[in-house]
């Protein structure tokens, strides 16, 4: 990736990344894309896991060509960063170099990760990325929301660039999942039984009863799951301790 030109990288990111999980907003610019899953390990461990991204992130999607250099501050003004070693046979020797992902805004332990940044193609332009990770406690391990919002001015056209960014944003994913061990997910296993429940009754009722369907579909709760639906406090009483609201 270090040596693609703008006008390739998005194919490329594309062509290595997985199916997409979902881009939950497109707009000429910007776009967030999110992703979930189960793994059978509590917070803490998953937390521990979260913040050594050497141990799972894809040796594909790094500037240096081995995951093992990548790493986490997990503290406020920390950084996402990679090293990039020196080597003997281009001559650096001595001269390493790094490379600054993405700066961390918020690190709660065994709760939520936030970072700002523009990964891979995005750290080019002048458009901004915030990455929210949160883990929430469900049976059997931890549930990890991943949503990266992405907005401003880049040399891409979003419809195409956000495709491919959310299919390697859940590529790490599924890597740092893979690494803890997957389990079903019970939240997810609702969704697509509602969206088959969605389709039965748009073949029954025709479209003009499915175009009036969509239009009293309420926006809102999207925007919301958008900054970390699953940020919730350890009272049980439902209450966000996300973004507006005390800790």
């Known amino acids: 990736m270090l040596r693609m030109t703008i006008a390739t990288a998005a194919l490329a990111l594309a062509a290595t990344a997985p199916a997409r999980a979902d881009v939950l907003r497109l707009d000429d610019d910007g776009f967030v894309t999110r992703d979930a899953a189960a793994v059978g390990a509590n917070l803490q461990t998953t937390w521990l896991e979260l913040i050594t991204p050497g141990n799972w ?10 995951a093992s250099n990548m790493m986490i501050t997990p503290q406020g003004g920390g950084c996402f960063c990679e090293r990039i070693p020196a080597h003997e046979e281009d001559g650096a020797i001595g001269l390493a170099g790094s490379v600054r992902h993405m700066t961390v805004l918020q690190a709660f332990p065994r709760k939520a990760l936030r970072m700002r940044g523009g990964l891979g193609p995005l750290q080019s332009e002048p458009a901004e990325g915030v990455l929210t990770i949160t883990l929430k406690e469900i049976d059997g391990g931890t549930r990890i ?71 009293t579909v309420d926006p809102e709760p999207v925007i919301e799951s958008a900054i970390g639906e699953d940020f919730l406090d350890d009272t049980g009483d439902g209450v966000r301790a996300g973004p507006g609201n005390r800790f």
């Open 57 to 66: 992130w894809n040796d594909t999607h790094t500037w240096s060509g081995d």
């Open 145 to 215: 929301l991943w949503e990266y919002v992405v907005g401003g001015y880049m040399r891409y056209k979003t419809a195409e660039i956000s495709k491919a960014v959310d299919g390697v944003m859940s590529q790490q994913l599924a890597g740092l999942a893979d690494k803890l061990g997957r389990i079903d997910d019970p939240e997810a296993a609702e969704e697509p039984a509602q969206a088959d429940d969605l389709d039965a009754e748009e073949g029954a009722a025709g479209e003009d009863d499915a175009e009036a369907a969509v239009e």
